[in-house]
């Protein structure tokens, strides 16, 4: 029988990617390959001679079959790094993307010692994690519709202990906030659903078939749940409060307009994602 090693596995793999059109081949390859190795991609990279064993090998052939079938890498290994940190993720949360980073590092440049934030829509807890970490004196609350996501976030709070000092809420944008006596924040942002009904059957398999609907589809033009976070979000914003949402590649001209039109707001700022594309809008209250 043949000896594979780590390099063959690596070389067919890829070659079998390719021809099946999976994008980035070599990589998912290398990290499927160091997940059923339980290594590193480095430390794969120093034993490309090394033999692999007939169990992790017939482990290695039923994630390649996975993902074949378009199951995302990340949910295969349970692993996605955001904001430099590992997250746990699986098919219950959206996978943390990296444009998303973009408004974590607009939030935190917020110098205020003491602020209050709330993230909706926290899916794996992406952005409330790393902020909660970059800023250990902030007090912060996340909230989420799926009861199901939000057990994978308090999973990633715990592992980055930060978890004493986030609040989970499930519900429905800010309605789990009328409970509280008098919630009012210096921030709230959101990565919230963006897809528009057209877009999403065009969206690549990996998502459209793996990832929750829920946390990718807003309506028709992809803006209902900006809308409303748009419209509701002045009434839970301490004065000189800042909402910062990850809008959609055409969203910038509509969300512009949607702040410009409310008179609660006084400033409106949009920022492009390292490829150059509108991505994070900050809407200031007076
Ligand atoms: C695009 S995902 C973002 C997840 C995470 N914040 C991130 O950036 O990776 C949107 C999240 O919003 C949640 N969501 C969708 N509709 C919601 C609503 N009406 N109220 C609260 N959360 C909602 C979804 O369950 C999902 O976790």
């Known amino acids: ?36 190795l339980d290594t590193s ?15 992790h090998l017939a482990a290695f052939r039923e994630l390649i ?27 219950r949360v959206l996978i943390p993307r990296p444009e998303t980073e973009v408004l974590v590092e607009n939030v935190l440049q917020t110098q205020e010692p003491q602020c209050q934030l ?15 970490v970059n800023r250990p004196e902030w007090e912060m609350t996340a909230t989420d519709i799926s009861a199901d996501a939000l057990e994978v976030a308090q999973k990633n ?9 986030l ?24 990565n919230p659903p963006y897809v528009s009904t057209a877009e999403y059957p065009s969206l690549l398999p990996d998502v459209r078939d793996h990832e929750p609907e829920t946390a990718l589809l807003a309506g028709a033009d992809g803006l209902d749940v900006i809308t409303c976070i748009l419209e509701d979000a002045p009434r839970f ?3 000189g409060g800042r909402v910062g949402l990850e809008i959609g590649h055409n969203h910038g001209p509509d969300v512009q307009d ?25 809407a200031t209250v007076e």
């Open 118 to 132: 709330i993230d909706i829509g926290t899916g794996s807890g992406a952005i409330a994690i790393s902020l909660a």
């Open 65 to 91: 079959k996975k993902r074949v079938a378009h199951a995302p890498v990340s949910y295969l290994t349970n692993r996605k790094e955001f904001f430099s940190l590992d997250f746990y993720v699986d098919s």
């Open 258 to 282: 949607i702040v410009q039109s409310n008179s609660a707001y006084v400033g409106c700022q949009v920022i492009n994602d390292y490829s150059g594309v509108e991505r994070v809008v900050i």
């Open 167 to 190: 609040t989970f809420l499930q519900g429905n944008l800010f309605e789990p906030l009328e409970e509280l006596p008098n919630p009012r924040f210096d921030w709230i942002v959101s």
């Open 1 to 36: 029988m043949k000896t594979w090693r780590v390099l063959d596995l690596i070389q067919w793999t890829t070659e079998y990617f390719k021809r099946c059109g999976i994008p980035g081949p070599r990589l998912d390859a290398e990290l499927l390959l160091s997940h059923v």
């Open 237 to 239: 914003l301490k004065p």
């Open 157 to 165: 709070a715990v592992a980055h202990k930060c978890a004493d000092r």
């Open 41 to 55: 991609r480095l430390q794969l990279y120093l034993r490309f001679e090394m033999p692999v064993y007939p169990e």
